[in-house]
């Protein structure tokens, strides 16, 4: 199970670009490119749209963005992490 500020999530999702993903990520997250979130995200099996979302980007602005664009879709329970480096400071891993 994986937890964030306390709240259990079922999804972690990078809308990085492929080349900031390969420089780095955040261990069992998912990669959908910001700019193909519209397109990409439904076709990704196994996450209902009442799945929480933990969305991150490199600064924060795109995760933004990110969430704006899935709550339009229907994912109401996407969460903004923000920077990557933020969500790595917060995320935990319970049990195994």
Do not use: W
């Not at 259990?8 to 990078?14: A, F, H, I, P, T």
């Not at 990704?44 to 795109?62: D, F, H, M, N, W």
């Amino acid at each position: 199970m994986t937890k964030y500020r306390g709240k259990q999530v079922d999804v972690v999702l990078d809308v990085r670009s492929t080349l900031e993903r390969f420089l780095g990520k955040v261990p069992g997250s998912l990669h959908v490119p910001v700019d193909r979130l519209e397109q990409e995200l439904p076709k990704q099996e196994g996450i209902a749209k009442k799945a929480t979302i933990l969305v991150y980007c490199a600064s924060g602005v795109r995760s933004a963005n990110a969430v704006a664009v899935m709550r339009r879709m229907g994912y109401a329970n996407a969460i903004d992490g923000g920077g990557i480096a933020a969500v790595q400071r917060e995320l935990e891993h319970v049990g195994g």
